[in-house]
Structures are given as C-alpha cells and as structure tokens.
C-alpha cells in the first residue's frame, strides 16, 4: 500500500474519525485506526464497537491495500507534521512508512483483516437537516440524558420521526428535557434511541452551520452522513418511557423571565449553594419580584430580579440549581416563561411562543427556614 | 467598616491577591483574605505564609475597619457579580454584607488580628527593572528549578545582583540554566534564592511589557512591587551550588540550529521517546546535518535537518527530549548555538552573540543500537 496526500487533509481526517478511538480497549486492535485505498483516494475508519467514524480523503494512490496502525500514536504524529506532502507506504508486513519533508517514522502495523467492519445500514428511513438544527437539538436534551445505569433505556435520548418534524427527548428522573424542530422529513413516524455517549461525540462533528447532516436508521443502527465524513452508532434497546403523560397540562403560576438576569443569579447563588453542599435554590415569585436565595452553614445569598411579568398566585419552590444552571446554558431565547403548580409540582419552562423545546424540572420538598 | 467601590476594581484586585491562598491551609484563618480600609481607599491581602500578596483599590470609605473572609468563595462571587457599584459592609461581628445591583450576599467573615502579618522589607537593595525582562529571566531559569526537596536549596532559583547586571541560575543536578540581563542596579554584589513557587505565582503577576518592577531584598524576604500590588516571598536558605566551576570552558562541536524547525523536530521525536518510556532522543551531527532518532519497541523516527552550519568533529549524542523540549520553549532567537565536547559531556546551547541565556544539560549515555 502507498499513496501521497496533502498533510492538512490527512490531519483533518485522522482527527475526526480518532474521536471514536476506544480509550480502553477490549483488544489490542481496538487501540488501532483502519487506512485502505479507495477508487479516489484514501478511507479511515476508528470503531470502539458501539460507535464508529468512517471519513475519506483525496489521495494519489500509487499501490492499493490496507492496514491498521496505533490511533492514538498516529495520530500525535500526523498532527505535528511539517505543511507538505506526505509519503505513506505499507510494506507486506504491515511495517508502515510515514514521510513528509525531513521527517521519516516507521511505525509497526496489523493486518487491517482484524479490524471490525462498519454495518451497512440499510436506507429505509433517510432524513435530511441543517447540521445547527441537529445540533441544538442535541444541545437542549443531553444533559437531561440518565448518568447511571439503573434504568439503560435512560442512558439515550428518544428521537421521535414524524411526517413535519424530529422530537428529541431525554430525562433521569429528575427532570426531562423535549427539543423540537419542524421539517418535512417525508417519513411515516419512526423513532429510535441513541446513546448518549454517541451524541456527546457526534457534538463534535456537526458544526454550526446550515449545511445538511443525512440521517439513516434502521432497527440497530443509525448513521449520520456529512460531506465525506460518516458517522454511525448502535441504538439503544428496549421501550423509552411514555413521557407524554407526565408533561402537565395546566398552571397555577406563570412568570416570564429575562434570561440573561435569571442566569446570572442562579450563577451567584450557585456559589452558596455549591458551598452549602445542599445544591439549593429556592425561588419565591410575589408581585413583580422574582428572588432567588440559597444558604450555607455560614452564608447566605439573596438575588432579587425585578420587574418581572407573573400572573398567577404567589409561590414559593426550591431546586436543584444545577437543574436551572443546566437549562439556562441551552436556551438561547432572551425571555422565556416558567409554568408552576404547586410548590411541589413539576416546573415547566417554554419559549413564549412555539415548542422549540420544554424543560421540566422536579422541585425539591424543603421545610420552611426559621429567620 | 464600610465602603462602596467598583465591581471591575474589586474583582481585578481579588483576582490578584487570591493567588497567594494557600489550597490547604494549617489553619482556617489562612483560607481567608484580608480586607482593611486605607486612607485612600481599600488594602487586600493574602498570604500562604511562604508567599504574601497586597494590592490597594480605590473606594469611599465611609466606616474605617478590616475584616478576614474565606478567600476562595469572596473571589467566586466578587468574580459574578454585575457590573456596578459594591456596596461593602461588615458588622462588628464580622457578618459582611456585599450588595450590588439586585444581588445581596451575607457572609460570615472573621476578626482580621487572626491573620498573619506582612513582614516590612527594609530597603536596603532596591532594584528597577522592566517587567517584562524579569518575567523573560524566570520564564528561562523556572524549569530547570529541582522538583524533588533533596537538596531544598535547588527548590529555588539563585538571583545575582551586580552594578551592572542580574543573573538568574537554576539546575536539578541534569541540567542548568542561566539568564541575565545588563542593567545599572546602583547597587553591591549580593544574591538571594528565590523559592520556585514564589516564581511561578509572580509570573502570573508581572506582564510581557516595559512598565517597570521594583525588587527590594533583605536576609530573609524579597519584595516585587508593581503599581498597587506588592508581593514578598521568602527566601530559601543556605548556600547555592557553586555553578561557575561546572560551566566548560572549551568545545570540539558547535552546531548553529534552526529553532523552529529543530523544536518541531523535537516534538515528533518526543511523541516516539514517550511512547517508547525511555524518552531519549539521539542527535547525530555530520557534514552539515543534524539528525535527530528516537525508537520505541515498535515504531521509530527520523527527524533530518539539514542545512545546519557545523564546525568541528562528528558526533553522537543522546539527551533526555524533555530537557530539549524545555529549552526550545524558552528560546526567543531564530538561530542559537550547541556546544559539545564527547558524547558523555554536558551540552551547552547559548546565543549566538551575548550572553542572555545559558543552558547546560548533560547526555544519557547510550549503547550503541544494532541495526
């Protein structure tokens, strides 16, 4: 195997399908990246079993073959290589050549005949959309993704397929994230769920820009198919849970709030209650005044937002601020309206029109401070 | 004690005094910083006991005073708060309100007579010198700085005072490193070992311009004093390695090297060396190219410079890659010389002309590989 490329095409390359290199393989081959030759160039493919980033790039292939190197190591040098054109050849034995301008490294390869192959993903569902609106999607549910184990289906996020748009949905119990955007995607309803290790990962693929990202899925698999790059990962199995059915349908209390105010209180507050080690804030809503307080042993803060717009009943709740610290770092809306029932309802936060997304937060029970 | 100042002040202020907070502290009172009020506004401290930092802010003073407060959770909240006027005000219990805009926090703060005092520097050496050519004279000497406490007096960085120049020296027992820079101190010969520590905190204080800083120096503490910031660290002591008596006189080897293209040669090379755990790199001098190797069980590189203005006799040698890596870091000039004598000699790498830097390392003595 030999051919020449440019070594800003190969960085590139190497640097986004390294991203699904395993950090602590099963075997050794695991610890490897895939290179072969294709018709027009140069394919790599990096797999850790449950995900795997396929990519090509234009290359002059002088001899066809294939072989797998170390990722990790590969890539490092890659990396630093001097702006030139690089020499790579493979002898029969896998002992792999990397030249470029003064620079000459022999690494030891493997037969790329180890490594595991992509899936083929069968195209019965294809969906195109602007790589920001997925991305953004992704952005206002993963956090709301189930770190722990107990419950696996909860480690994905659903993605619900319907003929005018895509859900996305995640929750842990605590709290449960909706993003929504509206498309036509020509497809009967479908939906699927993906982990959340694949999309932390996938966030660093898509970029903030309009150009379409294809989406294909069947019962296992789904992939995610840029310009030259794909990106695929198993799905999760088993039933999401029906989340329709604890969204709540009415309120008590409704307060529209400035966002970048709001956030910024919570930041402070956080402070203490971070200290504090109780995570708490608690929010009391009266007349045009929104006040945020948290407490620790020996400090105490106070964060009064005012005016704000409240219609509703007086209410007084307490959370979890890393719940609203979360959901503040996604909305990009200026103002947005918090929807309350009771003080230990669930909270709904919304934009003021549309259904772009909807968090809904569990309060915490908190017996009333002796002052 | 009561003041009103600006948020941007106090934060830039906090910011700087904070980094003398000991992380954990022998006693609470050493978590905190001190605030007092001046004639002219507001003074802070903070101090680890090894190093201490004041800095005065502008403020109006309206109830004179001091009080101690936890030091960390003071600048996370000074550093979130809004853009606006502090209001400042701690009881005579110490209960300390900070107001500002809509956020009102209460902290417990502690009597300041607790706190550890600043020892007063008599100034009986007192030197100007620009910033950043101080700044330029640690960055080049704190690496070489010995990290293990067997010789306590390497922990720090020798600093000599002449009439007409300084001269700053660190070495670990592997390698050297001296920096110097001509000035008229006005002053007597005399020297001081500065901790490492305090050098690494002082270099996050003085900044890469001509603005000058005045060091003053007594047995026992040195002071660095910028505008309104002064910082004082002990000095180490007992005697300095005599370092003048190890320095070679004589070569049979100079090579002028390209810095830029020999650092990013070192940096492959470096990937190879620390995969292989013996971090060595091999530098072969002949004719008029330098050859740089480094081989792990599997894998090796070979790094040509060429051309490279050589004088003198052939050689092999071989070096530890961080000690080059270190040192190409600190390099300014396009072009610096390496002198070597035999392959188990110290190499010395200075400038071409003048004598701001000089750095020492010795070889690893290698076998020969068989190939």
Request: proline fraction near 6%; aromatic fraction near 6%; glycine fraction near 4%.
């Amino acid at each position: 195997m030999r051919f020449q490329c440019a070594v800003a095409s190969l960085q590139e390359t190497v640097a986004t399908v390294i991203r699904a290199l395993n950090v602590r393989p099963e075997s050794p081959a695991l610890e490897c990246v895939l290179i072969e030759t294709t018709p027009s160039g140069i394919r790599m493919f990096c797999t850790d079993l449950s995900i795997g980033i396929e990519s090509s790039l234009p290359a002059t292939v002088i001899q066809e073959g294939s072989v797998i190197l170390p990722g990790k190591l590969f890539a490092d040098i890659v990396r630093k290589l001097p702006a030139d054109i690089v020499h790579f050849h493979s002898a029969d034995d896998q002992r792999t050549t990397i030249r470029c301008g003064g620079s000459r490294t022999v690494m030891k390869g493997f037969p790329s005949n180890i490594y595991p192959q992509l899936p083929q993903i069968p195209e019965n569902i294809t969906i195109s959309i602007p790589q920001k609106r997925l991305r953004s999607m992704i952005q206002k549910t993963i956090f709301s993704i189930a770190a722990d184990e107990t419950r696996p289906i909860l480690t994905g996020a659903l993605l619900e397929i319907e003929p005018t748009g895509l859900t996305m949905v995640a929750l842990d119990g605590f709290r449960l994230a909706i993003s929504r955007t509206h498309l036509q995607t020509n497809q009967n309803e479908a939906h699927a769920v993906i982990p959340g290790k694949a999309l932390a990962e996938l966030l660093h693929i898509i970029e903030d820009k309009d150009d379409v990202i294809d989406l294909s899925l069947n019962d296992k698999y789904a992939a995610f198919t840029l310009a030259s790059t794909q990106f695929i990962t198993r799905l999760l199995e088993g039933e999401f849970m029906r989340y329709r059915q604890i969204l709540p349908t009415e309120h008590t209390t409704r307060a529209v709030v400035p966002k970048h105010a709001f956030a910024d209180s919570i930041a402070r507050a956080s402070l203490i209650a971070l200290e504090g080690k109780n995570n708490l804030v608690r929010i009391q809503i009266e007349k045009d005044i929104l006040t945020l307080t948290s407490n620790s042993d020996n400090n105490q803060i106070e964060e009064i937002i005012q005016p704000v717009e409240i219609d509703g009943k007086s209410l007084e709740i307490a959370f979890n601020v890393k719940y609203l610290t979360d959901i503040n770092r996604v909305i990009e809306d200026d103002t947005y309206q918090m929807l309350f029932q009771t003080p230990i309802s669930p909270c709904v936060f919304k934009p003021i029109e549309g259904d772009a997304f909807l968090f809904l937060v569990l309060p915490v029970r908190v017996v009333p401070v002796l002052t």
